[in-house]
């Protein structure tokens, strides 16, 4: 709802045949509050008055079903809850059956048999006869039977609006009223000149006209690209005035150098050359830090990229500026093996790490949140517990968050408060999304991507197999352990307190058992209903390789780091989605050695299951493997977007529309550049619109 002009924010119950009680179910139904609201309440086809099916040709291939006959039957059959109100419908070449399962007294007090009427809706077929659930019912006159506009709108509507009269073509009367109402002064332009000129876009009335009730099917496709540009720039406009907004307005800790930690370590302690994209991604973080405004900065890379060595990196910086820093995990287990790596990488220098999660009790705990508090600790990682309001900090000037995805934006904001400026924020995330839609989906903060793996790593060669073939899987396993390597074995618990599925897994764990008896082998069984310590003493049997392989839930999923396992299997794996599956294959191939992922499935399973590990079996990479899972599932689907509704277009689709999606933020970004305040002349219809939109971005500040 918004004020862009007064006559758009006119309360719907002004359009002939809306009472308040039919306003109310609008709004409550639809949203529909005011003129605007339903203008932009678009059709979702438009039928073809001039095109009338005949009863006698509907075939189970048409979706729609749209024809013209007399009622020669209305009768409630059934009772309760099978009670349905069953008419038929006849013209000249055979019989359809028009089925209400609600709203059945009204529509049998408005219909007549005997009477002509004009069906439409949703076609099935029922034991071979065309059936129409819940049409929109309209009397056929002489007036709509011939010499009617050819395209006629319909809309979405809800079973509770249809009871009330207002059905999928009631929406088309409201519509051309309220068209009338309005002129071209009420939907002034809102893109700049050239930009129309570029795009050879219709005026935004030509615009709202044509997609309600467009002269062709051109005139729709005008009308349809010209609304689509509008919602992909103005949705990225706004993420990128947010984050421009930010830049010049937030203050922020200031890390002028590099010192003594940093350098010591990078120079005598760094195991490894860091890859480009991890000294890129560094550098960018050195320049927001030391910027004076407060960073909130995403990062994405793929599994095993090495964003924990960025992230030290960056809190070694923050010590040598006098700051404390945090990190948050997901898991416990991943807090774990952060503070191993972590506390283990900087043993030989004057920096206090420690790790607090909810199993830190007693004194320990206490000892601890003193320490941080006086800022005795320069490192604190741990779970959510260090968010926790018991913790104080003496100087928290840098948080890390590991795997973004698995936090809400409420936990998130809780780091902003625990100092007087909020601290430098990077947000890390191994579930990529693809570029266009992250640029989209996160414009509003600071972005970096680290789309490289260190050197030396082989690609992991991915093999699917059905389960019949389990036997000989166990013998590949037995191979690779002959070779002194590790293996990971992967059972689907969706629930963690599932009964059935934590049967599976105890069923598994004894047939693996089988397979490797002790003392020969040994297993390390892992899932969430283990107590703390039992976790973590699994865990480090595995670490250390007193325990070759790893029988676990998805509780492995993230960013555990064993580099010595080489084989992945993952049981019933048609059950994961995409980037689960990318996930957990992301366990292996992290050390040097050859790595493998062999996804087992049942005989049968769905075409679409079967396009997931047809994906994963063709592509190692994580961003491919989000584009197609995009492209399967749709943005809204996808791990790790957030629900700000950025994403939710009306017309738009970041599928199908991404060569539009890109112009807009071409053409946003040629505009920025020139005019970040959006203060020529030429961009006044850009920024006039902006103030007439109300701002609905309350949690967008957060990375
Ligand atoms: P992720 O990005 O999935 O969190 P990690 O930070 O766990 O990845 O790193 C994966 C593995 O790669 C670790 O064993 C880490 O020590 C190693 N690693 C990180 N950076 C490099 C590098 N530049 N060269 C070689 N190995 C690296
Ligand atoms: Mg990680």
């Known amino acids: 709802m918004t004020s862009e002009a007064t006559i758009l924010s006119t309360p719907i119950e002004y359009l002939t045949g809306i009472s308040a009680q039919r306003g109310e179910l609008l709004r409550k139904e639809l949203n529909i509050y005011v003129f605007k609201d339903l203008l932009e309440h678009y059709p979702f086809r438009h039928i073809d008055r001039t095109n009338v099916d005949r009863i006698g040709m509907l075939t189970p291939a048409m979706e729609y079903a749209y024809v013209a006959g007399k009622l020669i039957s209305l009768d409630i059959v059934g009772e309760n809850r099978g009670r349905r109100l069953i008419g038929k419908l006849k013209d000249d070449t055979g019989v359809v059956e028009l089925v209400w399962f609600q709203g059945i007294n009204w529509v049998q007090k408005i219909l007549q048999v005997g009477q002509q009427y004009l069906v439409f809706g949703k076609l099935g077929f029922f034991m071979g006869n065309p059936q129409i659930a819940h049409p929109d019912m309209e009397n056929f006159t002489n007036e709509n039977a011939s010499g009617k506009k050819s395209l006629e709108p319909v809309y979405p509507t809800t079973e509770k609006l249809k009871a009330k009269g207002i059905t999928g073509n009631v929406f088309g009367k409201f519509t051309k009223e309220l068209l009338q109402k309005i002129n071209v002064k009420d939907l002034p ?18 615009a709202f006209s044509q997609i309600h009730f467009p002269a062709s099917e051109k005139h729709y496709h005008h009308a349809l690209r010209r609304l689509k540009f509008e919602e992909l720039f103005f949705a990225q406009l706004r993420m990128n005035l947010i984050r421009i907004a930010r830049h010049r307005f937030s203050k922020g800790w200031v890390f002028d150098k590099v010192g003594d930690l940093f350098n010591d370590f990078y120079n005598h302690h760094l195991p490894f050359e860091l890859t480009n994209a991890q000294k890129r991604v560094l550098k960018e973080i050195r320049k927001d830090a030391g910027s004076g405004r407060q960073m909130n900065r995403l990062l994405q890379g793929d599994v095993g990229s090495g964003k924990t060595m960025v992230a030290l990196l960056s809190m070694l910086i923050a010590a040598d500026n006098g700051f404390q820093s945090v990190l948050m995990a997901p898991t416990e287990i991943l807090a774990q093996q952060h503070f191993q790596s972590i506390a283990g990488a900087v043993k030989d220098l004057p920096v206090q790490v420690r790790i607090l999660t909810g199993s830190t009790k007693g004194k320990v705990r206490k000892t601890i949140l003193q320490e941080v508090a006086e800022g005795k600790v320069h490192i604190l990682l741990g779970t959510h517990a260090v968010i926790e309001d018991k913790v104080t900090f003496h100087n928290l000037g840098f948080a890390v968050v590991d795997e973004q995805h698995k936090f809400g934006v409420a936990q998130r904001a809780q780091l902003w408060k625990k100092n007087t400026i909020p601290p430098h924020v990077l947000v890390m995330t191994a579930t990529p999304i693809p570029r266009t839609l992250a640029l989209t989906a996160y414009g509003d903060l600071d972005y970096s991507i680290m789309d490289e793996l260190p050197p030396g790593r082989q690609p992991i060669t991915t093999i699917h197999r059905n389960e019949m073939a389990r036997p000989q899987v166990m013998d590949f396993i037995k191979e690779e352990i002959g070779k002194g390597r590790q293996a990971y074995i992967i059972y689907p618990l969706i629930e963690e307190s599932s009964k059935l599925d934590y049967e599976n897994l105890m069923k598994g764990f004894e047939e693996v058992k089988s397979f490797f008896p ?16 039992q976790k973590e003493t699994n865990m480090q049997r595995f670490v250390t390789g007193d325990t070759q392989i790893m029988v676990s839930t998805t509780v492995i999923e993230v960013g555990v780091n064993v580099p010595n396992a080489s084989v992945m299997v993952i049981e019933s794996s ?21 790595s493998f992922c062999v996804l087992l499935t049942g005989q049968k399973i769905s075409n679409d299951a079967r396009e997931r590990i047809k994906i994963m079996v063709a592509s190692n990479d994580g961003f491919t493997i989000a584009e197609k899972d995009l492209e399967i599932r749709g943005p809204g689907e996808i791990e790790g977007t957030r629900q700000s509704g950025a994403l939710n277009f009306r017309l738009a689709s970041l599928v199908a529309d991404k060569v539009m999606l890109e112009a807009a933020r071409e053409t946003i970004d040629t505009l920025l550049e020139k005019d970040p305040e959006l203060d020529l002349a030429e961009n006044l219809p850009v920024k006039s619109f902006l103030h007439t939109q109300k701002a609905k971005t309350k949690w967008s500040k957060i990375a």
């Open 189 to 206: 332009e809102n893109l700049p000149a050239d930009v129309i000129e570029k795009y050879k876009f219709i005026s935004r009335f030509e």
């Open 518 to 533: 002790e003392p020969k082998y040994w297993i390390s069984m892992l899932h969430g209903k283990q107590p703390p310590e």
């Open 574 to 594: 048609e059950k994961f989605g995409l980037s689960q599956l990318h996930q957990l294959r992301g366990r292996v191939g992290r050390g040097a050695e050859k």
